[in-house]
């Protein structure tokens, strides 16, 4: 982004808009001094038109880039959208659609494993807590 700097001079003429003297010593007759203190004005507007141009385009580029950047996360919304339909449709094929899970035909490695290492140390774990594990890993069948 482009930085316009104005430089401000103590020394503008009020008659004529020159620098370097003021209106008490301004070397040009009322004629002249009004001529160059229009063309003066006329530069200034146009600098000021040119400048509200410069700015006007600066926000349409912003615009344009909020604009892309939108159209992005609607992309990206509709992606994301479509990984959670498709994450719902496995879940349901892994639910037989009353919430409960899919029954399997029998326990896992894990499973047998498990109730084996319980089996094998049941005598160092208190009662309760031994049949609670127990009844947590029951063999489907």
């Known amino acids: 982004m482009e930085v316009t700097t104005r430089i401000v001079?103590?020394?503008r003429c009020g008659a004529c808009?020159?620098?370097?003297?003021?209106?008490?010593r301004c070397p040009h007759d009322t004629v002249t001094a009004?001529?160059?203190?229009?063309?003066?004005?006329?530069?200034?507007?146009?600098?000021?038109?040119?400048?509200?141009?410069e700015l006007n385009e600066r926000h349409q580029q912003f615009a344009a880039q909020a604009l892309s950047q939108t159209t992005s996360n609607e992309e990206w919304r509709a992606?994301?959208?479509?990984?959670?339909v498709d994450m719902q449709r496995?879940?349901?094929a892994l639910t037989n659609e009353t919430g409960s899970i899919a029954p399997r035909s029998g326990p896992t490695v894990r499973e047998v494993k498990i109730q084996e290492i319980l089996f094998d140390h049941c005598q160092e774990i208190p009662e309760g807590l031994y049949k609670e594990l127990m009844d947590a890993l029951v063999i489907r069948g």
């Open 79 to 84: 992606g994301m959208y479509a990984q959670v």
């Open 90 to 92: 496995r879940l349901r």
């Open 9 to 11: 001079s103590r020394n």
């Open 34 to 53: 009004t001529s160059l203190r229009e063309a003066y004005n006329r530069e200034r507007r146009e600098e000021s038109v040119r400048r509200a141009r």
């Open 17 to 24: 808009r020159q620098e370097g003297h003021n209106r008490t």
